[in-house]
């Protein structure tokens, strides 16, 4: 018979009526498809409002974010490959490096990045450094914007070179200008060419490396895709939705959920279940796999 604790750890560890639905539709997509199925859901959609109350909430990709997902690859057998579901504004560059490396060297290329919804940023990257992507026509990847404070490092320097420019045209300009120049430090613009610079170089390896393995058109794709997907004159927003057939347009190997009604209710199943846990619990983020192994970010209170 077990004891009170017994059943205490017996209960933290089934979860709550959110965490055993959520982990049935994660269970039921490992059955359809025999390969590993990771989530990793950030809440900035719903609770992003709540930064101003209380207190910074990490939404975006950083170094935690490694750990959670060491703790869930422990126990998967390896050789199943990983289908990755994504739902991210994005984040750092260094950390998101660094998440593809680790990724990368616990499943090699075999890992496909599912994308229900949205997939921004340096979620965009994270996808484009898998074998394939799945999105529906419903699903967003966002441009590969690298930012810098808080900003995209593009809009900075065009905003720049703006200035220089309209300064050389009319010199009586430059006072207008120099109220925008005050605010960046001397040592910016450089930072900004290097972040845009390091983002170019990862991102191409990952393409050439895995999504176009052994295509002796490799880097001719890969340099179309960055392009495409970096230039801000054709972005115009970090928040810019770029939808699945733009995303096919570009030459990446894609696959539509609604190619397979299966698959397609599978994967919407797990979205659904964790929208909803970040939408009705004090969850903020979520990585978890279908073995229910997870790590749960979470508000706390005051």
Request: proline share 3%.
């Amino acid at each position: 018979m077990p004891n009170w604790n017994d059943l205490l750890e017996e209960l933290r560890v089934a979860g709550s009526t959110h965490d055993l639905t959520r982990r049935k539709y994660l269970k039921q997509l490992y059955k359809l498809t025999g390969r590993n199925v990771i989530v990793y859901y950030s809440g900035w959609l719903q609770k992003g409002i709540l930064q101003q109350h209380v207190g910074a909430i990490e939404f975006a990709i950083d170094e935690m974010d490694k750990t959670a997902f060491m703790a869930a690859i422990h126990k998967l057998d390896r050789s199943k490959g990983l289908d990755l579901i994504l739902h991210t504004p994005g984040g750092d560059t260094a950390v998101t490096e660094s998440l593809v490396n680790y990724l990368r060297s616990m499943f090699g290329n075999n890992i496909r990045a599912i994308v229900p919804q949205i997939a921004m940023s340096a979620g965009t990257m994270i996808a484009l450094a898998c074998k394939q992507i799945v999105m529906g026509k419903h699903s967003s990847l966002g441009p590969i914007d690298p930012q810098y404070g808080g900003i995209p490092a593009h809009g900075i320097i065009e905003e720049v070179t703006r200035g220089v420019a309209e300064i050389q045209a009319d010199n009586a300009k430059a006072f207008l200008w120099q109220v925008v120049f005050q605010k960046y430090n001397p040592t910016l613009i450089g930072e900004c060419e290097k972040a845009i610079k390091w983002t170019e170089e990862i991102v191409k390896k990952w393409l050439v490396d895995c999504m176009f393995e052994h295509d002796e058109d490799a880097t001719q794709k890969a340099n179309r895709i960055y392009e495409e997907l970096s230039d801000h004159s054709l972005t115009k927003s970090h928040n810019r939705r770029i939808s699945m057939e733009t995303i096919r347009g570009l030459g990446i190997n894609l696959v539509s959920l609604e190619d397979d009604q299966k698959l397609q209710e599978a994967v919407m199943s797990v979205h659904h279940t964790c929208m909803l846990t970040l939408d009705q619990t004090v969850a903020y983020k979520i990585i978890e796999n279908h073995l229910g192994t997870a790590y749960i970010r979470q508000i706390r209170p005051g």
